[in-house]
């Protein structure tokens, strides 16, 4: 990692042409990288990240994992809008996948499609969120690590999706430090936690 690759995770990126994002009982938009209907017919629990090396990421992505463990019924998916070799490096340093599919979308184009957009300065550098990074640090020894690729302005969010391709449940961050509730998404599911 370089000090230019961290500076660029500041640039703000080219804004896509976004969607809104789907409200619950419409149908999950689907495309090649991720379809729905699933063909398996499992229900699905998503969650799109901020940056790879954000410290909200990786604890999003570490209850999505626990989650996961606990509930092989569901498929869990993860989508990462930075590269495919930083996600890959990123994913081995905060333990592995485990149960969850890792999905790379670097033109951040599942982003756009799902309702995530680019977020405000506010959405990123609210004083809340600020304090959040050093509880992280302080309770769970979760830190910023490296960031290779991707950018700080993408928000994040969360949906749960039945095996009919419908969402039960939406979770768009508020703010960076906004982590999703993964045992919400199952109740709405009708998965019993």
């Known amino acids: 990692m370089t000090f230019q690759q961290e500076a660029n ?3 703000t990126p080219r804004a896509l042409e976004t969607s809104p994002a789907p409200e619950v009982g419409s149908k999950a938009p689907s495309s090649p990288k991720l379809r729905f209907p699933n063909p398996n017919g499992k229900c699905t629990v998503i969650t799109f990240l901020r940056h790879c090396g954000c410290p909200f990421a990786e604890k999003t ?15 869990f998916i993860a989508i990462s809008h930075s590269s495919e070799e930083s996600t890959e490096k990123w994913v081995i340093a905060v333990g592995g996948e485990w149960d ?35 509880r992280l640090m302080r309770t769970e020894k979760i830190s910023n690590r490296p960031t290779e ?17 419908t969402v039960r449940w939406c979770r768009v ?17 009708g998965v019993k936690t």
């Open 100 to 134: 969850v599919k890792v999905i790379v979308d670097a033109n951040r184009e599942l982003y756009a499609q799902w309702g995530l957009g680019i977020s405000s300065a506010w959405h990123v550098l609210n004083p809340w969120s600020l304090y959040s990074v050093l």
């Open 173 to 189: 961050a508020r703010a960076a430090d906004d982590i999703p509730n993964f045992n919400e998404a199952l109740k709405a599911l």
């Open 61 to 75: 992505f570490d209850e999505l994992r626990k989650t996961a463990a606990r509930n092989p019924e569901v498929n």
């Open 9 to 11: 995770s500041w640039r």
């Open 149 to 165: 690729s991707g950018n700080r302005w993408q928000t994040s969010g969360s949906f749960a999706v039945d095996g009919e391709g």
